[in-house]
């Protein structure tokens, strides 16, 4: 089956610096990623997502990456805000079948 | 358009209780997924079910746990003689289930503690 490994665990920045989470999949079959953030006490909340045949998606602070050959993709938080902290998880889905894979998680910090 | 609801929201029970966990997709949604979140740690998913049929229930424990979807109503995660260790968030999310791979979305959890 498909495994998401993810890193760092733990970020911590300046606000108005940038943060970036770093994910690997091995399941070369995997076609969409989602990345999802979660506050605490809250449910996770989809933040963006790419698929396959997309190198990079941008939506205003949050741009995402993908490199299929490598089998690694990534989320930068540009500009980053106190209220960018919480944990971020990226997902990884096989082509045609809908079981999501989370990574660990990574515990963002924005310091202000 | 109301999102996926869960409820109830927080549930005690007491060691050899059974828990019956619900989750109403969104509107239009027929496919449903159920997690299980620890204190600091990850979603690890427990099983996929549509409409009256469980698809992959690969990451639920076999004995006490079960899930459904009927034709109408919830769908449904019940656990049997809860132990300590099953205290955690239970998070459901629901898809369009359209075929390929449609976004996931989440409802806001039940936490469950067992005494």
């Known amino acids: 089956g498909e495994n998401v490994e993810q890193h760092p665990s733990t970020l911590s920045v300046q606000e108005g610096d940038s943060a970036v989470i770093k994910c690997t999949y091995s399941d070369s079959a995997s076609n969409y990623f989602p990345w999802y953030k979660q506050e605490l006490g809250k449910r996770p909340q989809l933040i963006i997502d790419i698929r396959s045949n997309v190198g990079e998606k941008k939506d205003q602070r949050i741009a995402v990456t993908l490199n299929k050959t490598a089998k690694h993709f990534s989320l930068h938080i540009t500009e980053t805000q106190p209220e960018d902290s919480a944990v971020y998880f990226c997902a990884a889905t096989p082509g045609g079948y809908q079981k999501v894979t989370f990574g660990i998680g990574t515990k963002l910090q924005v310091i202000p | 358009n109301a999102g996926v609801m869960q409820n109830p929201r927080h549930l005690v029970r007491r060691r050899g209780q059974e828990a019956r966990l619900r989750c109403s997709p969104m509107?239009?949604?027929?496919?449903v997924y159920w997690y299980r979140q620890l204190p600091e740690e990850g979603l690890k998913f427990m099983v996929y079910l549509q409409k009256e049929n469980i698809i992959d229930e690969s990451g639920m424990p076999k004995e006490r746990f079960s899930a459904e979807f009927p034709k109408e109503g919830p769908s449904i995660l019940r656990i049997q003689q809860v132990v300590r260790g099953d205290s955690a968030a239970y998070f459901c999310a629901s898809s369009l289930g359209q075929g390929g791979t449609d976004t996931q979305y989440f409802g806001p959890g039940t936490r469950l503690t067992v005494l």
């Open positions: 509107k239009g949604h027929s496919h």
